[in-house]
Protein backbone atom coordinates (compact mmCIF):
# COMPACT_ATOMS: atom_id res chain seq x y z
CA UNK A 1 0.00 0.00 0.00
CA UNK A 2 2.85 2.13 0.36
CA UNK A 3 6.04 1.46 -1.95
CA UNK A 4 8.44 3.66 0.25
CA UNK A 5 7.64 1.70 3.68
CA UNK A 6 8.25 -1.32 4.75
CA UNK A 7 5.61 -2.19 7.48
CA UNK A 8 5.96 -5.24 10.16
CA UNK A 9 2.79 -5.82 12.35
CA UNK A 10 4.87 -5.21 15.67
CA UNK A 11 6.47 -2.13 14.34
CA UNK A 12 3.42 -0.79 13.56
CA UNK A 13 2.28 -1.29 16.85
CA UNK A 14 5.21 0.90 18.49
CA UNK A 15 4.22 3.10 14.95
CA UNK A 16 7.82 2.52 13.59
CA UNK A 17 8.15 2.05 9.42
CA UNK A 18 11.44 1.39 7.71
CA UNK A 19 12.24 3.44 4.70
CA UNK A 20 12.44 1.26 1.73
CA UNK A 21 15.00 3.71 0.10
CA UNK A 22 17.43 3.83 2.81
CA UNK A 23 16.45 1.07 4.93
CA UNK A 24 16.34 3.11 8.80
CA UNK A 25 13.71 3.02 10.93
CA UNK A 26 11.70 6.35 11.29
CA UNK A 27 9.11 6.98 14.41
CA UNK A 28 5.73 7.97 12.04
CA UNK A 29 4.39 10.57 14.91
CA UNK A 30 7.95 12.44 15.22
CA UNK A 31 8.64 12.20 11.73
CA UNK A 32 12.44 11.40 12.35
CA UNK A 33 14.91 8.75 12.40
CA UNK A 34 15.46 6.13 15.06
CA UNK A 35 18.38 4.01 15.42
CA UNK A 36 17.54 0.60 16.59
CA UNK A 37 20.01 0.72 19.78
CA UNK A 38 18.06 4.16 20.82
CA UNK A 39 14.32 2.68 20.10
CA UNK A 40 13.68 1.69 23.71
CA UNK A 41 14.74 5.06 24.51
CA UNK A 42 12.58 7.24 22.06
CA UNK A 43 9.61 5.22 23.55
CA UNK A 44 10.90 6.32 27.12
CA UNK A 45 11.02 9.77 26.22
CA UNK A 46 8.23 10.09 23.34
CA UNK A 47 6.06 8.01 24.04
CA UNK A 48 5.72 6.03 27.37
CA UNK A 49 2.31 4.48 26.48
CA UNK A 50 3.59 2.26 24.41
CA UNK A 51 6.83 1.30 26.77
CA UNK A 52 4.74 -1.96 27.58
CA UNK A 53 4.71 -3.71 24.51
CA UNK A 54 8.28 -2.79 24.28
CA UNK A 55 10.34 -6.78 23.61
CA UNK A 56 14.48 -6.21 23.03
CA UNK A 57 14.56 -9.29 21.73
CA UNK A 58 11.54 -9.71 19.79
CA UNK A 59 12.67 -5.81 18.13
CA UNK A 60 15.84 -6.96 17.13
CA UNK A 61 14.97 -10.54 15.53
CA UNK A 62 12.63 -8.09 13.25
CA UNK A 63 15.00 -5.56 12.37
CA UNK A 64 17.71 -7.85 11.80
CA UNK A 65 14.99 -9.94 9.29
CA UNK A 66 13.84 -6.68 7.56
CA UNK A 67 17.73 -5.98 7.26
CA UNK A 68 17.49 -2.52 9.05
CA UNK A 69 20.65 0.02 9.16
CA UNK A 70 22.08 -0.34 12.29
CA UNK A 71 22.69 3.41 12.40
CA UNK A 72 21.12 6.36 11.07
CA UNK A 73 22.22 7.44 7.40
CA UNK A 74 24.27 11.01 7.18
CA UNK A 75 22.47 12.37 4.07
CA UNK A 76 23.54 15.57 1.44
CA UNK A 77 21.04 17.09 -0.46
CA UNK A 78 19.92 18.49 -2.90
CA UNK A 79 18.14 15.03 -3.42
CA UNK A 80 14.57 14.41 -3.43
CA UNK A 81 12.56 13.87 -0.57
CA UNK A 82 13.15 11.47 1.97
CA UNK A 83 10.02 9.51 3.15
CA UNK A 84 9.22 9.68 6.65
CA UNK A 85 11.39 12.67 7.79
CA UNK A 86 9.58 16.20 8.66
CA UNK A 87 9.60 18.43 5.75
CA UNK A 88 10.62 22.26 6.65
CA UNK A 89 10.82 25.40 4.92
CA UNK A 90 14.20 27.00 4.45
CA UNK A 91 16.34 29.15 3.58
CA UNK A 92 19.62 27.85 0.93
CA UNK A 93 22.96 29.38 1.32
CA UNK A 94 23.78 30.39 -2.70
CA UNK A 95 27.56 29.55 -2.08
CA UNK A 96 27.10 26.21 -0.50
CA UNK A 97 25.01 23.36 0.17
CA UNK A 98 24.26 24.55 3.53
CA UNK A 99 20.40 25.17 4.44
CA UNK A 100 18.63 26.91 7.46
CA UNK A 101 15.58 27.61 8.73
CA UNK A 102 16.20 31.00 10.38
CA UNK A 103 17.94 34.14 8.75
CA UNK A 104 20.32 34.64 12.15
CA UNK A 105 21.68 31.66 11.76
CA UNK A 106 22.10 31.98 7.77
CA UNK A 107 23.75 35.58 8.76
CA UNK A 108 26.18 33.52 11.42
CA UNK A 109 27.12 30.80 8.50
CA UNK A 110 27.76 33.62 5.83
CA UNK A 111 30.29 36.09 8.35
CA UNK A 112 32.32 32.70 9.09
CA UNK A 113 32.33 30.56 5.83
CA UNK A 114 31.60 33.35 3.48
CA UNK A 115 33.18 36.57 5.03
CA UNK A 116 34.99 37.44 1.63
CA UNK A 117 32.08 37.62 -0.15
CA UNK A 118 29.21 40.24 0.38
CA UNK A 119 26.04 39.19 2.24
CA UNK A 120 23.27 39.09 0.14
CA UNK A 121 20.04 40.67 1.51
CA UNK A 122 17.89 37.29 0.62
CA UNK A 123 18.20 33.52 0.33
CA UNK A 124 17.17 31.85 -2.07
CA UNK A 125 13.79 29.51 -0.10
CA UNK A 126 13.42 25.95 0.04
CA UNK A 127 12.22 23.02 1.42
CA UNK A 128 14.37 20.68 3.77
CA UNK A 129 14.81 17.72 6.11
CA UNK A 130 16.62 16.59 8.47
CA UNK A 131 17.41 12.82 10.11
CA UNK A 132 16.80 14.32 13.84
CA UNK A 133 15.34 17.26 15.85
CA UNK A 134 17.50 17.55 18.45
CA UNK A 135 21.18 16.39 19.46
CA UNK A 136 25.08 16.91 17.90
CA UNK A 137 26.21 16.57 14.58
CA UNK A 138 25.25 15.64 11.05
CA UNK A 139 22.00 13.84 12.20
CA UNK A 140 20.57 17.03 12.98
CA UNK A 141 22.24 19.07 9.81
CA UNK A 142 19.30 20.04 7.23
CA UNK A 143 19.83 19.37 3.50
CA UNK A 144 17.49 21.10 0.56
CA UNK A 145 15.19 18.97 -0.70
CA UNK A 146 13.56 18.84 -4.12
CA UNK A 147 10.15 18.63 -4.31
CA UNK A 148 8.72 16.41 -7.45
CA UNK A 149 5.98 17.66 -9.08
CA UNK A 150 2.27 16.21 -8.31
CA UNK A 151 0.51 14.99 -10.68
CA UNK A 152 -1.17 17.71 -12.95
CA UNK A 153 0.96 20.21 -12.11
CA UNK A 154 3.09 20.36 -15.12
CA UNK A 155 0.36 21.29 -16.99
CA UNK A 156 -0.94 24.14 -14.82
CA UNK A 157 1.69 25.65 -14.29
CA UNK A 158 2.13 25.93 -18.34
CA UNK A 159 -1.10 27.09 -18.63
CA UNK A 160 -0.07 29.63 -16.43
CA UNK A 161 3.29 30.99 -17.97
CA UNK A 162 1.24 30.89 -21.19
CA UNK A 163 -0.85 33.21 -19.54
CA UNK A 164 1.29 35.28 -18.86
CA UNK A 165 3.39 35.48 -21.90
CA UNK A 166 0.27 36.84 -23.49
CA UNK A 167 -0.10 39.69 -21.14
CA UNK A 168 3.29 40.56 -21.98
CA UNK A 169 3.50 40.34 -25.28
CA UNK A 170 0.35 43.27 -24.99
CA UNK A 171 2.42 45.10 -22.63
CA UNK A 172 5.62 44.86 -24.85
CA UNK A 173 4.25 45.93 -28.73
CA UNK A 174 6.46 48.38 -30.51
CA UNK A 175 5.21 51.96 -30.04
CA UNK A 176 3.98 53.24 -33.27
CA UNK A 177 6.08 56.03 -34.45
CA UNK A 178 4.17 59.54 -34.58
CA UNK A 179 3.41 60.18 -37.91
CA UNK A 180 5.54 63.68 -37.62
CA UNK A 181 8.70 61.51 -37.70
CA UNK A 182 9.97 61.77 -33.81
CA UNK A 183 9.25 59.36 -31.34
CA UNK A 184 7.56 60.22 -28.29
CA UNK A 185 8.92 58.54 -25.45
CA UNK A 186 6.86 56.54 -22.69
CA UNK A 187 8.21 59.24 -20.09
CA UNK A 188 6.70 62.32 -22.17
CA UNK A 189 3.50 60.67 -23.09
CA UNK A 190 3.17 59.68 -19.41
CA UNK A 191 4.08 63.52 -18.39
CA UNK A 192 1.64 64.45 -21.63
CA UNK A 193 4.69 67.00 -22.06
CA UNK A 194 4.03 66.27 -25.91
CA UNK A 195 0.60 67.64 -25.67
CA UNK A 196 1.49 70.65 -23.55
CA UNK A 197 4.35 71.62 -25.56
CA UNK A 198 2.12 71.57 -28.52
CA UNK A 199 -0.02 74.01 -26.82
CA UNK A 200 2.30 76.45 -25.47
CA UNK A 201 3.78 77.22 -29.24
CA UNK A 202 7.28 77.69 -27.85
CA UNK A 203 10.28 77.87 -30.15
CA UNK A 204 12.62 74.51 -29.80
CA UNK A 205 15.30 76.36 -27.87
CA UNK A 206 12.94 77.56 -25.05
CA UNK A 207 10.94 74.24 -24.64
CA UNK A 208 14.71 72.46 -24.02
CA UNK A 209 15.68 75.32 -21.63
CA UNK A 210 12.13 74.45 -19.42
CA UNK A 211 13.30 70.77 -18.73
CA UNK A 212 16.87 71.49 -19.01
CA UNK A 213 19.12 70.42 -15.73
CA UNK A 214 19.31 73.49 -13.12
CA UNK A 215 21.87 75.79 -12.79
CA UNK A 216 23.49 76.04 -9.48
CA UNK A 217 24.39 79.72 -10.19
CA UNK A 218 21.01 80.87 -10.80
CA UNK A 219 19.32 82.03 -7.78
CA UNK A 220 15.68 81.01 -9.23
CA UNK A 221 16.92 77.60 -9.36
CA UNK A 222 18.90 76.87 -5.57
CA UNK A 223 15.57 75.04 -4.35
CA UNK A 224 16.52 72.61 -6.68
CA UNK A 225 19.88 71.90 -5.60
CA UNK A 226 19.43 69.04 -3.01
CA UNK A 227 16.78 67.47 -5.37
CA UNK A 228 18.84 64.69 -7.16
CA UNK A 229 20.12 64.12 -3.23
CA UNK A 230 16.43 63.77 -1.85
CA UNK A 231 15.52 61.31 -4.38
CA UNK A 232 18.05 59.48 -3.66
CA UNK A 233 17.59 59.12 -0.17
CA UNK A 234 14.21 58.58 -1.09
CA UNK A 235 14.71 55.42 -3.00
CA UNK A 236 17.53 53.93 -0.49
CA UNK A 237 14.87 53.65 1.95
CA UNK A 238 12.14 52.22 -0.25
CA UNK A 239 14.85 49.54 -1.11
CA UNK A 240 14.99 48.88 2.81
CA UNK A 241 11.99 48.70 3.34
CA UNK A 242 11.49 45.56 0.65
CA UNK A 243 12.57 43.38 3.13
CA UNK A 244 9.74 43.88 5.01
CA UNK A 245 7.19 44.34 3.06
CA UNK A 246 4.38 41.53 2.79
CA UNK A 247 4.47 39.40 -0.56
CA UNK A 248 1.33 39.73 -1.65
CA UNK A 249 2.21 43.57 -1.51
CA UNK A 250 5.22 42.57 -3.11
CA UNK A 251 3.34 41.31 -6.02
CA UNK A 252 0.69 43.57 -6.03
CA UNK A 253 3.28 46.15 -7.04
CA UNK A 254 5.13 44.13 -9.43
CA UNK A 255 1.80 43.15 -11.17
CA UNK A 256 0.12 45.63 -14.33
CA UNK A 257 -1.87 48.25 -12.95
CA UNK A 258 -4.76 48.22 -14.36
CA UNK A 259 -5.45 51.88 -14.58
CA UNK A 260 -2.81 52.17 -16.82
CA UNK A 261 -4.24 49.85 -19.38
Not at 66 to 72: D, E, G, I, N
Not at 75 to 93: Q, S, Y
Request: with cysteine; net charge negative.
Amino acid sequence: MEPHFIHHPYLDSLNLVVNAELCFLACQPCREGIAPTAAQAHLVNKHAELLRMFDQAHFDAITSQLQVTPTLPTITGPRAMVHGLAIFDAMACSFCSMVYTKPKKMKEHHGLQHAHIPMPQHWRSCKAQRMKPEGAGTLRQLWEVTMEAREGEDSREKALVDELLKELDQQLKTVQVPTDGRLITPWLLTTRWNEWAKWLKKPTEELRALVSLPRPSSAEDEHYSTLSDSIRSYFEEAVMLIDTTDELVLQRLNSPDPAKE
